[in-house]
């Protein structure tokens, strides 16, 4: 299966500064999602990171908040834009070829916001 | 839309006790089912996986058989570990394309295993 190099492994930010979260996969994937786990919780999907356009956003998450890019099939970037304390989470990247046969995930980034 | 409910943790066992985690779930279609673990600190790792109705999956003396008629997905081990404490997650996909690739997760069980 892929493995996911995801940087950076950890930060501390300021609140109204923004941070760019980067994912290279070792091999070409069909699917990029990106993640937010929030301290003691499960994962919730933030969205789904597509080749060549835009994102498509869950609910309750929007492009101007957190910017994705994905310019080619092994590489895509997650900005949390403008800080609060209340983005402090740890975002993790996953990716997977078809679905069906698992779906890797990134070591995380673990984000605080001061 | 798809859910996953899976049994609230935490739980608390001494090594080598039997473990039983449950997890049943709600999709149209027929869904593939996964166990993801997280040891303290780390990303998840996909520890196990289930494609259709009745398949097993099993790595590392986990197992857990994909039950169709009762849309269940139980995790067992039959000697639990200090090192298997870590949190366990349940998940599906519907993988065929779209936004049916996305995971959708359990709320994750907290394993604590003492010696």
């Known amino acids: 299966s892929a493995v996911i190099s995801q940087k950076p492994s950890r930060d501390i930010c300021q609140r109204g500064t923004s941070l760019t979260i980067q994912c290279q996969v070792d091999?070409?994937?069909?699917?990029m999602f990106w993640y937010r786990q929030q301290p003691g919780q499960s994962l919730t999907l933030i969205a789904t990171?597509?080749?060549?356009?835009?994102?498509?956003?869950e609910s309750g998450f929007v492009i101007d908040k957190f910017p994705i890019s994905r310019p080619n099939l092994t590489f895509s970037t997650l900005t949390v834009s403008n800080m609060s304390p209340e983005d402090s989470s740890i975002y993790l990247c996953?990716?997977?070829?078809?679905?069906?046969?698992?779906?890797?995930f990134g070591s995380g980034t673990r984000l605080t916001v001061v | 839309g798809d859910s996953v409910t899976q049994m609230e943790g935490p739980v608390t066992l001494s090594e080598e006790a039997f473990l039983t985690i449950n997890c049943t779930y709600t999709?149209?279609?027929?869904?593939?089912l996964f166990w993801y673990v997280q040891y303290p600190g780390e990303g998840l790792q996909l520890l196990l996986k289930?494609?259709?109705?009745?398949d097993k999956g099993s790595n590392k003396g986990f197992e857990a058989t994909y039950r169709k008629e009762t849309t269940s997905f139980h995790l067992e081990k039959g000697s639990v570990q200090v090192s298997d404490s870590a949190v366990y997650f349940c998940?599906?996909?519907?993988?065929?394309?779209?936004?049916?690739?996305?995971?959708?997760f359990g709320k994750g069980t907290l394993l604590t295993v003492n010696p």
């Open positions: 999709a149209t279609g027929y869904p593939s």
């Open positions: 091999s070409q994937v069909t699917m």
């Open positions: 289930a494609t259709k109705a009745d």
């Open positions: 996953s990716a997977t070829g078809t679905g069906q046969y698992g779906y890797t």
């Open positions: 998940a599906l996909s519907r993988g065929s394309g779209g936004s049916n690739y996305k995971l959708t």
């Open positions: 990171a597509n080749q060549g356009s835009e994102a498509t956003y």
